[in-house]
């Protein structure tokens, strides 16, 4: 995809998110079915249940808005934005902090820290430093980074999965942000540990690992929201690629470089002819689901992935279903909220496939706004 056309795409898309928070303003959408968002803030649910104000992809919300900010220069958005991480305070009280797990790095980089380098608010720096303090608090010092808390009986006490690479950006920043290396620290010692366990033979990376919490040995590898266990979960694939990259450019360390190129290689060969991208690799051909929040994820890993390693075959594979997003799954009308349709956050779900996201057009958008130059690095 050119510039010019990322350009036309990214004007549409902003003329249509004006429209679409006249309508929304005040909420924070995580889900889109049938053109209308639903309401992640809305006070009806319980404070400590994960799907309301903790769940994991509340931050997109304010980020989409930070980006139509950069797009359009318009203060509204900003605004928005600052509402939103109002919203979200509540998380950092009880009981909806019983809510949050590894996942504070969605939730406050697109939001806080995004705004934070556009305005230099301290409040929503102190909002991402605080993310990052809760994410190093979940560090075993065996090497990981805890994602869940205990469901009932099972304590998930050593369980990872493949997403973390994404949220230790905030703990890169947060160290570059107060000078404490301890940050960094964390987030190098489980990158590490994701290299060696998730990382299979084929360059796929595994979806879920649990790691004995006593002694940090690999015990064992779960399924999740993929296929089967064992299989290829498209989405993890993204997350892999797009984290191992940004943790390569944080440290410059070439291992992770080489991680984040073989499973971008495992990837890039299995891309279908039409560029849509499956639930999983390993789907069967029925019932076929497709995720476009794998396609938007990988590409912006992959844009950014050509440019660190200088091979444009992964910039050409992000192009390809860049263009395939866009003229058959990109809904930009400003009648309808929602834009990349045929998300799917799990392929044995029952209520959620082949629906919008906001996070799935969060990567869209970032994706789009690489090809532009317009592209403010905070992963
Ligand atoms: N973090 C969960 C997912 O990617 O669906």
Known sequence: ?????????????????????????????????????DNRAD???????DNG?????????????????????KGYYIEECMGSEELMDRCFSSPSFMGLHHDTGFMWLPSSVFRFVLTGDREARRRGLEAATLLSGRFNPEGFIRAWNADGDNLRNGWVIIDSMMNISILFWASKETGDPRFRKIAERH?????????RENGSVRHIVEFNAETGAFE????GQGYAEGTRWTRGQGWGIHGFTNTYLHTGESRYLEAAKRIADSFIISIPENALIPVDFDQPETPWYEDSTAAAIASSGLLTLAE????????????????????KRADLSPETDGILQKCTGSYHGTNDRE????????????ALMKITGQYIRIW
């Open 191 to 199: 990158a590490d540990s994701v290299m060696k366990a998730f990382i």
């Open 308 to 327: 660190a390693s200088g091979k444009n075959e992964y910039a050409e594979a992000a192009s390809r279903m860049l263009d395939a997003l866009s003229s």
């Open 355 to 366: 629906i919008n996201f906001t996070y799935a057009d969060f990567y869209f958008i970032e």
């Open 43 to 49: 006070e009806s649910i319980r404070w400590d249940d």
């Open 53 to 73: 104000i903790a769940w994991w992809t509340n931050g997109f919300w304010g980020g989409l808005m930070n980006q139509m900010h950069v797009l359009s220069g």
């Open 220 to 223: 064992r590898e779960y399924g």
């Open 1 to 37: 995809m050119d510039q010019e056309k990322a350009s036309a795409i990214l004007s549409s898309i902003e003329m249509k998110m004006s429209a679409v928070l006249e309508r929304n303003h005040g909420k924070i959408p995580a889900v889109a079915r049938n053109g209308k968002y």
